[in-house]
């Protein structure tokens, strides 16, 4: 029997973020089904941090975690976690209405947003048609994410602190008794006062293991996908270029350009992978605004981004069931609000408080609460 004051169930990065800032406090121990952490979304992300993403809890998050991304504990990490990118939203003849609707609503949030013609957004991204953009606003302090580091990172931070980290120890069954949760797992069985689910897309599912009700966490697959940029083009200044209404994306990728139908379809948890027509459909969007012929695909690929129904993350102690806390339903943000939660997990788990620092941009721990959500 492994014994721990807190187990948390799903090695991905938001179980690896909530071992690193809980293990300095209390005695951890991370279980994961799969061979190695962030094998599901946390390996399959697009790797941006935008502050003018997601509703206004979701960019309030964000921003409170930019300070730790930008300049992150000595050691955490080998190079920096950030490095520039700059967002692009294009528009072409009819996209007036919708892109001055974006400009106002998102420069309300980030000062330096700004309105770009045609022109300069064929300066951002020359591939562009000059006779499909019209228009566009771009966020020039938009980042890519190191996603693998962010998670090793955390990963090193819990280990160096005494968290345990188990892989192939998927969570089969789980139960109370004499005030104390109980997982079985493959790895063998584990004790602990308080329990974590942090199992992104099975968070529903690990929860009913539990005997506490789901609360209506819903996976949607998106597809991404690799391919070359024309002979001789260099890309790798290019800001990420989103589609209207987020139609389509594509941004620079290591020398390669990652393309995306950022689709949203339902689906079950389980190994994601890419459906054919997804990659088709983003190719043709692509190619239709910019002279980006995609003669072959290198590689292709698809995650679950699980979301609440208010597509806000799930936080917090569940009132149905004593020492269970959520902490699932990042949506597509993961990544960028991942010190942020990390830092509320543990703070909630240790106090009852959202961090100050935090609480001050405006969250909430009723923002987050599960109980804020009905039971499914
Ligand atoms: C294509 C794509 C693009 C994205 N782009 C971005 C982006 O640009 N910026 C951003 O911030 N975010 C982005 N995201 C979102 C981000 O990747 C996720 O929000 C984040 O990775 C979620 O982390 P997680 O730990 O909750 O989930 P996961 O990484 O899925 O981890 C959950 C883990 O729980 C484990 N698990 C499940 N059940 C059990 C069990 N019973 N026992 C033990 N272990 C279990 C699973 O094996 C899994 O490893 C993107 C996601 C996708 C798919």
Redesign the pocket.
């Known amino acids: 029997m492994t014994d721990a004051e807190i187990a948390i169930?799903?090695?991905?990065?938001?179980?690896?973020s909530a071992a690193a800032y809980l293990a300095p406090h209390r005695s951890v121990v991370l279980?994961?089904?799969?061979d190695q952490?962030?094998?599901?979304?946390?390996?399959?992300?697009?790797?941006?941090?935008t502050e003018t993403y997601g509703n206004a809890v979701v960019r309030a998050l964000t921003v409170a975690s930019r300070p730790f991304l930008a300049a992150p504990p000595e050691g955490f990490a080998e190079h920096p976690l950030l490095s520039p990118r700059g967002a692009l939203h294009v528009g072409t003849d009819g996209d007036e209405a919708w892109l001055a609707a974006l400009l106002s609503e998102t420069r309300a949030l980030v000062d330096s947003v700004r309105a770009v013609d045609a022109e300069e957004a064929r300066r951002l991204v020359p591939a562009l048609k000059p006779g499909w953009v019209r228009a566009g606003v771009l966020e020039p302090d938009a980042q890519d994410?190191d996603?693998h580091a962010c998670l090793q990172g955390f990963l090193r931070v819990a280990r160096s602190h005494g968290a345990r980290v188990m892989t192939r120890?998927?969570?089969?069954g789980i139960a109370r008794s004499g005030g104390r949760w109980r997982v079985d797992?493959p790895a063998g069985p584990v004790s602990a006062d308080i329990l974590v689910n942090?199992?992104?897309?099975?968070a529903d599912?690990?929860a009913e293991?539990a005997g506490v009700p789901r609360r209506g966490l819903q996976p949607k697959r998106?597809?991404?996908f690799l391919f070359a940029p024309p002979e001789g083009v260099s890309v790798r200044d290019w800001p990420i270029c989103i589609g209207p209404r987020e139609a389509f994306y594509f941004k620079p990728d290591a020398g390669m350009i990652l393309g995306?139908p950022a689709d949203e379809t339902p689906s079950v948890?389980c190994d994601?992978q890419p459906d054919e027509l997804d990659v088709a459909i983003a190719a043709d969007r692509i190619q239709a605004v910019a002279e980006l012929p995609i003669r072959r695909i290198a590689r292709s690929?698809?995650?679950?981004?699980?979301f609440a129904p208010d597509k806000t993350p799930v936080v917090g102690f569940d009132p149905a069931a004593e020492g269970f806390f959520w902490?699932?339903g990042?949506?597509?943000?993961?990544?960028?609000?991942?010190p942020a939660l990390g830092a509320i997990t543990a703070s909630l788990i240790l106090s009852g408080t959202v961090p100050n620092g935090i609480a001050d941009l405006g969250v909430a721990a009723a923002h987050l609460a599960p109980e804020r959500l009905p039971t499914a």
């Not at 690929?301 to 699980?306: D, F, K, N, V």
């Open positions: 169930i799903g090695g991905g990065l938001a179980g690896a279980l994961e089904r799969e952490p962030g094998y599901h979304a946390s390996g399959r992300s697009a790797a941006l941090f994410i996603t120890a998927e969570a089969r797992t942090a199992a992104g897309a099975w599912a690990v293991l998106r597809t991404a995306s948890p994601a690929w698809a995650g679950l981004r699980t902490l699932a990042q949506g597509g943000y993961g990544f960028q609000t991942a």
